[in-house]
Nanobody
């Protein structure tokens, strides 16, 4: 059973920072990619960032480019999302996701939820003064 566990969410003031963690059961190198998504109330889930676990290549949505950084620590089976310069529009539940073993996430579609088969339970991020 694949498990993804997110942590690190919380309440932060505008302009502040948070670092989210996604820890996978087993080896993250077993998955071709790990993605971060978010869903705000009343909105559809959107892709935020993803990382190729083997190459380390990283990809970002335009809305977070330059503010968020995704990284991996294979020894800890953990992927991080460093979020800086947060604003109220970043308020959402953040999820990490992984494709099933053997599924290669396609570069142009890495921010699409249908590329992923396993999801964590989510962690709330609230940006408010």
């Amino acid at each position: 059973q694949v498990q993804l566990v997110e942590s690190g969410g919380g309440l932060v003031q505008p302009g502040g920072s948070l670092r989210l963690s996604c820890t996978a059961s087993g080896f993250i190198l077993d998955y071709s990619a790990i993605g971060w998504f978010r869903q705000a109330p009343g909105k559809e889930r959107e892709g935020v960032s993803w990382i190729s676990t083997r190459s380390g290549n990283t990809f970002y949505a335009d809305s977070v480019q330059g503010r968020f950084t995704i990284s991996r620590d294979s020894a800890k089976n953990t992927v991080y999302l460093q979020m800086n310069s947060l604003n109220p529009e970043d308020t959402a539940v953040y999820y990490c996701a992984a494709p099933r073993r053997g599924w290669v996430v396609r570069e142009d579609w890495g921010l699409q939820s249908y590329e992923y088969h396993y999801w964590g339970q989510g962690t709330q991020v609230t940006v408010s003064s």
